[in-house]
Every structure is written in C-alpha cells, then in structure tokens.
C-alpha cells in the first residue's frame, strides 16, 4: 500500500474522532499535547528483576504487545542491543494476521511487537523492565491511550518456558513494589506464531515524527527510554526497511 493511502486508513477505527478533531480544532490537539500526564499514563521507574534469565549465543528473541504497535517498536528500535524489531500480530491465525481484521477485536490477535536482541548487550529481564516502565502501562485493561480493544492488551508472548516463569516472578515483583497505581493486568499467553504487519506500519514513527498520533502518545516514550534508560538508548534507531 503507497504511504499517501497508508497515513489515510492507518487507525481509522479507533483513532478516527480523535486525529478528526486535532485536524479541525489544532489549537485543542497543542492543548492537548502540552497537558502534563497523569501519574498513572506517566512512565515509572521501577526496578530491575532481582535474578537474570539465563541467556546464551548472540541472538534471542522476545515478543510484547503493549497497545499500538507504533510505539512499541520506536522505543525498542532505540534501545542499544536491539538487532532488529518489527511490528505484527500474535495471538490469532494466519488467515486473520490483518490491520483491517485485528482492529475488529475479534481475531484474538494483539498488536505486537517481535524483538530480536543480543543477549551479551542486553538481557530478556532488562527488556521486560524497558517494557513495563517506559513501553506501555501495563495497569491499562484491553487499553492503551485512545486505543481500546483486546487487540490492544497488554501481553507476553514468551517462546519458551524459562521466559514465561521469568516474565511470571517479575510481574510479582513489581506489582509488590506499589509502584504502579493499580496492579499489573499484563497476561502470559502461549506463543504460536509471529505475523508481520503491513509495510507501512514498520518504523512508523521514525518516518512519521509529526503524525499528532505519534507526536502525543509516542515520542514522550522514546523520550522517557532516554532519561530513564540512558545506558540502554540510542539516539539511531534499528530500522526495519523493506520487509
């Protein structure tokens, strides 16, 4: 799909009132974007798991879905030891494995992301505190933002079974720490497969740094990897390019 038509479909459904309104009323969208986030949608620093995954070779993988896609994949593309992160659906069948059908709700796919990293740079339990703190909120049900439907659940999809029991403790561990304003709703769910999405969804927000999707609910995450995560982050991004 040519990127005119992709900017024109991309999250019709859910995001259609609100980027309606930031074309019609831009003075409202700037509010909006300057209001200061709420504890609960601001990132949190939390700690790192008090035990590390075992971890061997030069290449593994890790699968999250933590609403929108988009930025998920921007922080982790910015995150040192990243080798490559591309965004798709998990969850679900091939045969459903679609923008247009998952936003329906009803495939059970989740917009997900599949990172390949380099264990000796980082570490799976290193993600997964990336992910909890500055990815997405994982105290948001069926929910991220604007964004609601299962298909925007919040869900490790670990691909094997050290992972799962890994990502299980951690969860433990922070929900423990009070650190979140409500406890943690991120599910486990057994790993089947990883589908690709549609071309024009890969590196979606380093091509499209002022989309007022990407500018409100996503730059203030790769912004947060920066602060919180200096170690971790990389001003050049990983970049998907043609699949």
């Not at 859910?14 to 930031?22: K, P, S």
């Not at 509010?31 to 798991?49: C, F, H, S």
């Not at 969850?91 to 329906?104: C, F, L, N």
């Not at 570490?123 to 069926?142: D, K, M, R, W």
Request: proline share 7%.
């Amino acid at each position: 799909m040519p990127r005119s038509a992709s900017l024109a479909v991309a999250r019709q459904k859910d995001r259609r009132n609100l980027l309606a309104a930031m074309l019609v009323l831009p003075a409202f969208a700037f509010g909006l974007w300057q209001q200061p986030v709420t504890a609960q949608e601001a990132p949190v620093e939390i700690p790192a798991p008090t035990a590390m995954l075992a971890e061997t070779g030069s290449s593994a993988t890790a699968i999250f879905a933590g609403g929108c896609f988009w930025g998920v994949q921007g922080v982790f593309q910015h995150t040192k030891g990243v080798t490559r992160a591309v965004s798709g659906y998990s969850g679900g069948s091939a045969d459903t494995a679609t923008y247009d059908q998952t936003t329906s709700g009803t495939t059970g796919h989740a917009e997900t992301v599949e990172i390949t990293y380099d264990p000796s740079v980082i570490s799976y339990g290193e993600l997964l505190q990336i992910y909890f703190s500055v990815a997405h909120n994982p105290t948001q049900l069926n929910y991220q933002g604007p964004d609601h439907g299962t298909q925007y659940r919040s869900t490790i999809f670990p691909v094997n079974d050290e992972q799962g029991e890994f990502a299980k403790a951690y969860i433990a561990e922070l929900d423990a720490t009070g650190r979140f304003e409500g406890p943690i709703v991120t599910t486990i769910e057994p790993f089947k497969a990883f589908y690709p999405a549609e071309q024009y969804h890969q590196d979606f927000l380093t091509l499209n740094p002022t989309y007022p999707y990407i500018v409100i609910n996503d730059l203030p995450k790769v912004e947060a990897l920066k602060s919180l995560f200096a170690d971790d982050y990389r001003a050049d991004p990983v970049l998907v390019g043609t699949l």
